[in-house]
């Protein structure tokens, strides 16, 4: 097991542009109600920031591990998606819904079927649908099949990511932790989303939903460091 403190001296100086892009964004605070190139610029730029922290490990580590390379993929899709959303009174919500909708598949795949964790796939099941009864009577069109879809496959991602948290004994590690918590901030980021889309105004809502899904962003990249291949996850499960 790795301590907090060797995570802090050893990842930390690497996440410094992401915070300082993170800042940038709030300190600016473009308004939303004039989309345009820079403020997707200034919006997208975190997430550059993490495509920098993942590449700083080396290409040869994204080569090396699958479920990395599929995080860094992810923040890709992220990206675009973010940039999409920066039109979405234009008509490009659904874009940057697709986008997320692959991101999130792509998370899933990252984080792995093992350990299974049935009991808390059950809760995720159980959660996401009274997400999507909540969210149903707002909805018309595609939308009423398009976000049961995302809360499916958010929820889907959720799981594998909660799955793999064990917080005592020998196996607890940090970035199944990070993994975990990434995933909470994200459907909470998405949530927030969707009912002040659809629902009803959510007060500070932007402040909330991008505070959220950049911290989640930063912790699935963090989960990503110390990645495990399926065969070292399988011997794992086996030993427990």
Not at 150 to 162: D, H, K, P
Request: hydrophobic residues 55%.
């Amino acid at each position: 097991m790795v301590s907090p403190v060797t995570v802090v001296k050893s990842e930390g100086p690497k996440l410094v542009p992401f915070f300082k892009a993170t800042c940038v964004y709030f300190v600016l605070w473009l308004p939303s109600s004039s989309p345009s190139w820079v403020s997707a610029l200034i919006k997208c730029l975190p997430i550059f920031c993490l495509w920098l922290f993942l590449l700083a490990h080396g290409l040869g580590f994204l080569l090396a591990h699958p479920s990395a390379t599929r995080i860094f993929v992810g923040l890709v899709f992220s990206a675009l998606g973010d940039a999409f959303l920066i039109w979405q009174d234009q008509g490009f919500f659904a874009h940057g819904l697709l986008m997320f909708a692959v991101t999130h598949m792509l998370y899933a795949s990252a984080f792995g079927m093992r350990p299974l964790a049935l009991r808390t796939g059950l809760v995720m099941a159980v959660l996401s649908g009274l997400c999507y009864a909540l969210l149903y009577p707002c909805l018309s069109g595609a939308f009423t099949y398009l976000v049961g879809v995302y809360v499916a496959l958010i929820s889907f991602m959720g799981w594998r990511a909660i799955a793999g948290l064990r917080l005592v004994g020998a196996a607890w590690r940090w970035t199944e932790l990070a993994a975990g918590g990434g995933a909470v901030f994200f459907i909470i980021s998405d949530l927030t989303i969707a009912l002040n889309k659809f629902c009803f105004p959510v007060p500070y809502s932007r402040a909330l939903i991008m505070s959220t899904y950049y911290a989640a962003q930063m912790l699935i990249a963090l989960s990503a460091v110390e990645s495990r291949d399926p065969v070292e996850d399988y011997r794992l499960s086996k030993a427990n």
